[in-house]
């Protein structure tokens, strides 16, 4: 009869019966299967052996690596020990037909981790940079209450102011003026998107509006260079025979010999950096003229500051008085967010929208040299 069959009809046989006959019982059944159970245990462990040795062997064909220092040596003897020392409690259970799993523990590393491991944030967002001057910082600025700006320009005169011949008459001057109209007109754009970005995106609320302002000025700049130059004086100086800063130094002359005074000259920043690379002669190293001189950074002509303009196109330049060219604003730059614009209160988007109805207005065009540094005969 099985061990479990003997266990089970001993368990019917104790039913009512006292606590010394039940205590006798046991003693005699165990006394009887002693060898028996013995028998049992040692199948039991026999079997695990032989499991443990086959994941070894398995082990070792994969040449897994211990981690602490020996135990590749020792992986056969004193592996198998360890684990069935750690898992005694659970070797102890095993019957036939249950299986048992033991796994070799090992180092910990990042893989272990599911999902993304902690981070530090910084929601101040790396923006692309703005331009560095704008055609607003160069010139003067006239507020209207309507859409069209419009001032006096002399244009010709007749007659002369003389010196008369005694008992003649005094000689006669007349003047003509042309009015000029500058009508503004909207600047503008806008960016739109959902509350969900702006709630999970919390840099999203300070980003928007530098970003527009940005981009606002870039188009203006672009915008109000179209305008100067059309409106300003075509160069005729080249670049033969002389160098930039030489080119650049006669434009001033020639706007000093019309009376106007040159207050700013404007050029791209490779012209700018290519200037200080002036030489005194083919191979003779460099040297600016004694006029030009650079003070914090800024390169200056006779004192005149020369200013480093992206919006201004390769190889060109504009030299001249800029106080007599005007922004003229009719409505200010303005940024205004709606979330019921459109779609937005049923779609849950915003809207950030900016915007500026201004205009330029190039008063005296004589005052303002547009030139090209690569011009020849």
């Known amino acids: 009869m099985e061990l479990k069959e003997q266990l089970e009809a001993l368990t019917l046989k104790l039913e009512g019966k006292s606590k010394d006959e039940v205590k006798n019982a046991i003693e005699a059944f165990e006394t009887k299967n002693k060898e028996v159970i013995a028998n049992e245990v040692k199948a039991v462990k026999d079997e695990l052996e032989t499991q443990l040795k086959a994941v070894q062997e398995h082990a070792d064909k994969l040449d897994v690596k211990l981690q602490e220092k020996g135990k590749k040596e020792a992986a056969g003897g004193d592996a198998i020990k360890g684990l069935i020392t750690e898992n005694f409690d659970t070797i102890s259970n095993v019957r036939k037909g249950k299986a048992i799993e033991v796994k ?17 944030y910084n929601f101040d967002v790396v923006m692309l940079p703005n331009q560095k001057a704008n055609v607003s910082d160069l010139v003067g600025n006239v507020a209207i209450s309507g859409g069209t700006y419009t001032f006096t320009r ?3 005169s007749e007659g002369s102011i003389s010196t008369p011949s005694e008992g003649t008459a005094k000689s006669q001057i007349d003047y003509d003026f042309l009015n000029v109209d500058v009508a503004t007109d ?18 999203l ?23 100067l130059i059309a409106a300003a004086t075509a160069s005729t100086e080249i670049i033969t025979g002389q160098n930039k800063v030489e080119m650049l130094i006669s434009e001033i002359a020639k706007l000093d010999g019309l009376d106007r005074d040159t207050n700013a000259i404007v050029v791209t920043p490779a012209d700018y950096w290519d200037m200080l690379l002036t030489e005194k002669s083919t191979g003779a190293g460099y040297g600016l003229p004694g006029v030009v001189t650079q003070d914090g950074g800024v390169l ?50 915003i809207t950030a929208r900016i915007e500026a109805q201004v205009a330029l207005a190039v008063e005296e065009p004589l005052s303002l040299v547009y030139g090209d540094f690569t011009a020849t005969a």
């Open 104 to 120: 070799t523990v090992g180092n910990m590393v990042l893989a272990n981790l599911s999902g993304d491991e902690p981070r530090d």
């Open 154 to 156: 002399e244009t010709t």
């Open 186 to 203: 909207f600047i503008a754009g806008f960016a739109r998107y959902s509350k969900k970005m702006k709630n999970n995106l919390p840099y």
């Open 205 to 227: 609320e300070s980003f928007i509006p530098r970003a527009l302002r940005r981009d606002y000025a870039k188009a203006e700049n672009a915008n109000f260079y179209a305008v």
């Open 300 to 349: 200056r002509i006779n004192g005149i500051p020369v200013v480093k303009a992206t919006w201004v196109a390769a190889n060109k330049y504009l030299v001249g008085d800029w106080s007599r060219i005007n922004k003229v604003t009719t409505e200010g730059l303005s940024l205004d967010f709606s979330e019921e614009e459109g779609t937005n209160f049923v779609a849950n988007n």
